[in-house]
């Protein structure tokens, strides 16, 4: 087995059928399975998926049914793969052609891949423009201090797993930079792939963007805080005071759809710094 995609997914039965096609669609000479970790659906993902296993043997369902969670829903899949070669991706996001020989053939030599993020295909115009567009010809950094790697698109072999551990669980919306800096305390290079290309899924709902963006701003200040601990060069302690003025210049936005998920997200994430600074005593707003 060369290579082992692992899927965690939970209560994604409206999107994961075109995730499975897209993959089962790829083309790839070496050997390779599609595990997907059903964790703890309640939408019919896991008889979704289980029906392509009895269709595709390539495919393969494992339960993470012990507790919820993402990180915890890619470390089953990681246990479960058979290839020591993994790459990881969403079920509500949809891989590209290429996607696959594009992560086997990078992770023969390199030790961690991350590749490039799409966002026209699957969102209307308006979602898309509700965030900044992701650039699809270098690796991303966290604020300029190490490279980062996609959660939702990342490759590695299995020996870098075992060396720095898996994504922690209490890092959860910034799960990718804490573990990015773990890899780059132990100069783990990742390797951008400009041909992995997955086409991501913005969220449309205001209720949802507020909710995740509280999520992945209160991440931030326990990654500073680590890397303070640590000895490193840090970000600045209000680096995100041109968002606060943003929110407000940009109130007259809330008019339309585009705006107000623009809007929603950006406050969202402000106020989930403010939230991760009070609870690790760190100032990083």
């Known amino acids: 087995m060369e290579l082992s995609v692992v899927i965690p997914a939970r209560d994604v039965a409206g999107t994961l059928a075109e995730q499975l096609d897209a993959l089962l669609a790829q083309r790839f000479d070496g050997e390779w399975e599609i595990v997907v970790v059903d964790n703890r659906s309640t939408d019919g993902t896991g008889l979704l998926a289980r029906g392509y296993a009895d269709r595709c043997p390539r495919v393969r369902v494992v339960d993470a049914g012990e507790r919820d969670g993402l990180c915890y829903s890619r470390a089953v899949g990681v246990d479960a793969a058979r290839a020591d070669a993994i790459a990881i ?21 390199h030790p961690v891949v991350t590749g490039a993020l799409e966002i026209d295909r699957l969102n209307p115009p308006w979602l898309a423009a509700s965030r900044g567009r992701p650039d699809r010809t270098r690796v991303a950094t966290w604020y300029g201090c190490f490279p980062l790697v996609s959660g939702g698109n990342v490759g590695f072999r299995r020996e870098v797993w075992r060396e720095v551990g898996g994504f922690d669980e209490h890092f959860l919306g910034a799960e990718d930079a804490e573990f990015s800096l773990r890899l780059f305390r132990r100069g783990i290079p990742v390797t951008f792939l400009p041909d992995a290309l997955i086409h991501y899924r913005y969220r449309a709902s205001a209720r949802v963007l507020w909710r995740q963006g509280l999520v992945y701003g209160s991440g931030r200040p326990r990654v500073r805080r680590r890397m303070r601990d640590l000895g490193m060069r840090v970000p600045p302690p209000f680096t995100g005071w041109r968002s606060w003025t943003w929110l407000v210049v940009h109130l007259p936005d809330l008019t339309s759809a585009a705006g107000r ?8 994430n402000r106020i989930g710094h403010v939230v991760g600074s009070v609870q690790t005593r760190t100032l990083f707003v």
């Open 89 to 109: 991706c969403d079920g509500d996001d949809v891989v590209a052609p290429g996607w696959v020989a594009a992560m086997a053939d990078a992770l023969r030599v």
């Open 261 to 268: 998920a623009r809007w929603v997200w950006v406050a969202g």
